[in-house]
């Protein structure tokens, strides 16, 4: 376990990092500028810094040169972006990053970097590393170019009556067996919705909250579960504790 602070102007992106961080076993703090950023450096003492390169009033080239000039790069740093070029890269290496991702980044690429990060991190700290080539584009994305819509939770779907014009399926859930209803004179889209949000739920309830193994049994790919809960509003830190 580690200590890791995300810095991203894009509330949907540190959330989502923060997610699948935290599901690793991680402690993840976040900041969305330059000046929270520098805050919780000095607060937290990460392990790891995520840092995005372009944020509103200080990018993220800037505060690595800034730590990098007042001996506060003690910790490795990769940056993340998906609109810089090859030669902000570059020069974000010979400042003293470890790693460069361009988004959207894909999970595979986060996590093998974050490893290494670690790992690199428990060797003597180095000022100036050797410049290194960036990482070539990610073909797998964790989520779309930052987008809110894709990311946050859209509003519960109402709750539905048990009419005669209602279709039930058993849906036992751990620890306690329960029905899920939905009107047949729903649209078809909120009916899905209701169903999946179920769904869902009756899963996570199951697996004590264990994104990895609701991914196992749902058949899905965890990148895509993470943005399927946002979308239905599915909390499951919240579904677990429920089922503790």
Excluded: C
């Amino acid at each position: 376990m580690a200590n890791i602070l995300v810095v991203d102007d894009e509330m949907g992106i540190r959330e989502l990092l923060s997610e699948i961080l935290g599901d690793e076993g991680h402690v993840v703090t976040t900041a969305e500028n330059a000046h929270q950023a520098r805050t919780e450096r000095a607060a937290a003492k990460p392990d790891l810094v995520l840092l995005d390169i372009w944020m509103p009033d200080t990018d993220g080239v800037t505060l690595l040169k800034e730590w990098q000039r007042d001996g506060l790069l003690t910790m490795p740093v990769i940056m993340m972006s998906g609109h810089a070029t090859i030669d902000t890269a570059v020069e974000a290496t010979r400042i003293g990053a470890l790693n460069f991702l361009e988004k959207p980044i894909s999970l595979q690429k986060l996590l093998k970097a974050v490893q290494q990060g670690l790992s690199r991190g428990q060797e003597p700290a180095r000022t100036a590393p050797p410049v290194r080539a960036p990482i070539a584009p990610i073909d797998q994305p964790i989520s779309r170019p930052l987008d809110h819509a894709a990311v946050t939770p859209q509003p519960a779907a109402p709750a539905y009556s048990n009419t005669p014009a209602a279709v039930a399926a058993p849906l036992p859930s751990a620890p306690d067996a329960h029905f899920f209803s939905a009107s047949f004179d729903l649209p078809l889209r909120e009916a899905r919705d209701a169903f999946e949000r179920a769904y869902f739920e009756h899963h996570l309830g199951r697996e004590g909250g264990s994104m990895t193994r609701v991914a196992e049994k749902t058949g899905l790919e965890r990148t895509h579960l993470y943005r399927k809960l946002k979308q239905l509003g599915v909390e499951p830190g919240k579904i677990a504790k429920r089922g503790a």
